[in-house]
């Protein structure tokens, strides 16, 4: 199951906060703690498949709320173009007298950066 966690924490972290508290748990304990089924169903006083179900359904979930908002895919794309202006502003500031133009590039690239920290 954790063969696409990386892409499961990121979902996490864009739609997490919608889920319920007993997905949350789970997830955290699985993805997070690192937990075996089995260890997180004796936490919680469940079975093994009741825990694989919670995260099997939060999983589709997170996906669907992705498929609809597509907050990682905008947040994605806003990554590459910070990074493609900031080698704009790398070539810029090469020129004779492109500072304050690289400056300005890079203040943008900062500020694109800071928008998509605060998700």
Do not use: P, W
Not at 89 to 104: E, H, I, M, P, Q
Request: charged share 35%; hydrophobic share 35%.
């Amino acid at each position: 199951m954790k063969t696409d966690a990386l892409s499961m924490t990121l979902l996490f972290d864009f739609y997490g906060d919608l889920l319920t508290e007993k997905q949350r748990s789970y997830f955290d304990q699985y993805y997070n703690q690192d937990l075996s089924l089995a260890e997180i169903a004796e936490n919680e006083g469940v079975s093994r498949q009741g825990v694989y179900d919670v995260l099997r359904r939060t999983a589709e979930t997170l996906r669907r709320m992705e498929q609809t908002a597509g907050c990682v895919a905008r947040d994605k794309t806003r990554r590459r173009a910070a990074g493609k202006l900031r080698e704009v502003a790398r070539f810029v500031a090469a020129l004779d007298g492109g500072k304050t133009c690289a400056d300005a590039i890079e203040a943008v690239c900062r500020e694109l950066e800071e928008e998509t920290n605060g998700v």
